[in-house]
């Protein structure tokens, strides 16, 4: 529940309205009641297939994440916005009894959509009078399991202000298929089909292959265009 979600980070969790069935949950105008508007987002969907678990399977069919924004605020003292919500989990991790005991889920977890959908992520630091964005942050996570290849795909406008220097204008976007083995790093691989970076005219286009993360192998290919 809400009330329980705002007891655990120790900030009240507000929605409009939650809509809840056997298969799955919708969450509208979710936002954190803290200082500065850390998170508010306009709707949580979360869809099941709940006749998976028979077969001992978590199989969620989608989680989006409609129109999220993040507001990480730097105050002059250096302190931030959410520094209540670290302290929080410290405290409740120190009333638990936690096991060293390693845990692991009776059933296999798969995601067939993990998106988020025009999001916003922006960082003011006071303290150092700084700012950057992200804007307009697509995010698509297809078909992701630990076991199997799963794609993604991500664009983004970043934007970076500090004194005299400005960064905007520029368009980020990215394709790729990944393959986590079962979190063995030395058999999981990236194949990155496609980044792109745009700057005016200016573009810059790479293609890669990554394998074993624990000492990676890549194959780099770049291009820049209308420099």
Same mark, same amino acid.
């Not at 936002?31 to 709707?43: A, E, G, N, R, Y």
């Not at 520094?83 to 120190?94: P, R």
């Not at 977890?109 to 700012?131: C, F, G, M, Q, T």
């Not at 691989?189 to 394998?211: G, I, P, Q, W």
């Given at each position: 529940?809400?009330?329980?979600?705002?007891?655990?980070?120790?900030?009240?969790?507000?929605?409009? %309205?939650? #809509?809840?069935? &056997?298969?799955?949950? %919708?969450?509208?105008?979710?936002?954190?009641?803290?200082?500065? #508007?850390?998170?508010?987002?306009?709707?949580?969907?979360?869809?099941?297939?709940?006749?998976?678990?028979? &077969?001992?399977?978590?199989?969620? #069919?989608? /989680? /989006?994440?409609?129109?999220? %924004?993040?507001?990480?605020?730097?105050?002059?003292?250096?302190?931030?916005?959410?520094?209540?919500?670290? #302290?929080?989990? %410290?405290?409740?991790?120190?009333?638990?009894? =936690?096991?060293?005991?390693?845990?692991?889920?009776?059933?296999?977890?798969?995601?067939?959509?993990?998106?988020?959908?025009?999001?916003?992520?922006?960082?003011?630091?006071?303290?150092?009078?700084?700012?950057?964005? =992200?804007?307009?942050?697509?995010?698509?996570?297809?078909?992701?399991? !630990?076991?199997?290849? !799963?794609? /993604?795909?991500?664009?983004?406008?970043?934007?970076?202000?500090?004194?005299?220097? /400005?960064?905007?204008?520029?368009? &980020?976007?990215?394709?790729?298929?990944?393959?986590?083995?079962?979190?063995?790093?030395?058999?999981?691989?990236?194949?990155?089909?496609?980044?792109?970076?745009?700057?005016?005219?200016?573009? !810059?286009?790479?293609?890669?292959?990554?394998?074993? &993360?624990?000492?990676?192998?890549?194959?780099?290919?770049?291009?820049?265009?209308?420099?």
């Amino acid at each position: 529940t809400l009330a329980y979600v705002s007891q655990t980070i120790g900030a009240e969790v507000k929605a409009d %309205k939650v #809509s809840a069935s &056997f298969f799955g949950v %919708k969450i509208e105008n979710v936002s954190l009641d803290t200082s500065d #508007s850390l998170f508010v987002c306009k709707d949580v969907v979360i869809s099941l297939n709940p006749f998976k678990l028979l &077969f001992g399977q978590l199989a969620i #069919s989608k /989680i /989006i994440l409609q129109e999220p %924004k993040v507001q990480i605020v730097r105050y002059e003292d250096g302190s931030f916005n959410f520094d209540t919500l670290l #302290s929080s989990e %410290k405290e409740a991790k120190e009333q638990e009894n =936690i096991s060293e005991e390693k845990t692991s889920i009776p059933f296999d977890i798969r995601i067939k959509l993990l998106a988020l959908e025009k999001a916003e992520i922006s960082y003011n630091d006071l303290k150092e009078n700084l700012k950057a964005n =992200i804007n307009n942050l697509n995010l698509t996570l297809n078909n992701f399991f !630990f076991y199997e290849p !799963f794609n /993604i795909n991500i664009s983004f406008n970043p934007y970076f202000e500090q004194k005299d220097l /400005i960064v905007d204008g520029v368009h &980020f976007a990215l394709s790729a298929k990944s393959n986590l083995e079962k979190l063995n790093l030395e058999q999981s691989s990236l194949n990155l089909k496609s980044l792109m970076l745009n700057y005016k005219e200016a573009v !810059f286009e790479a293609k890669a292959d990554v394998n074993n &993360f624990e000492n990676p192998s890549v194959n780099f290919d770049m291009e820049l265009k209308n420099l």
